[in-house]
């Protein structure tokens, strides 16, 4: 019942078993590639977070040196009792204070947008953005810092149960 095969057919069935070697191959070493390509990109993506967390710390870092300055100017011209001088580096003050407050808004708002490494941000920050907020400095500014509010809530509230959260769902959808 077995029938010969043309040399049509052979040539035929051995450019099949190649085509389907060469596949199979290439499957294989494109598989290399994306595994080599994915950690190339997890790299370069690692870099620019760093790099973005790199600079936040340095306009922060550069905001402190600039409220340094200025409390130490303050208090020699306090000490003179200047009152017009006084107020305007208090003014001053209040607005390096206000930069300052703008710099972590804008790196909780990179928090915020997984833009940078959160867990990183967290260890850093955290301290420092919990005194922020509970610092009485903070209610008198006119700024609004919503970024800021945000990641101080999440931080500060309670984890919540998943399965709590599910089962006050699937009691609701019930009445």
Not at 57 to 63: L, Q, R, T
Request: with cysteine; aromatic share 8%.
């Amino acid at each position: 019942m077995i029938r010969e095969l043309s040399n049509a057919e052979i040539i035929a069935l051995i450019t099949s078993l190649a085509a389907l070697i060469i596949s199979i191959r290439n499957i294989t070493i494109s598989g290399v590639f994306n595994q080599k390509a994915t950690k190339k990109i997890k790299k370069v993506l690692n870099r620019a977070q760093q790099s973005v967390e790199s600079e936040i710390n340095e306009a922060i870092n550069v905001s402190f040196e600039r409220i340094d300055l200025i409390k130490k100017q303050l208090t020699l011209i306090e000490q003179k009792q200047t009152v017009h001088t006084t107020s305007l580096y208090q003014s001053l003050l209040n607005e390096t204070l206000e930069d300052l407050y703008k710099q972590y808004d804008r790196a909780c708002n990179f928090y915020w947008e997984n833009k940078i490494n959160r867990e990183r941000f967290k260890r850093i920050y955290k301290s420092e953005i919990i005194q922020l907020m509970d610092d009485d400095h903070y209610n008198k500014l006119k700024g609004n810092y919503p970024n800021i509010k945000r990641v101080y809530d999440r931080w500060k509230s309670p984890k919540r149960k998943k399965s709590s959260t599910l089962s006050i769902k699937f009691q609701t959808s019930q009445l």
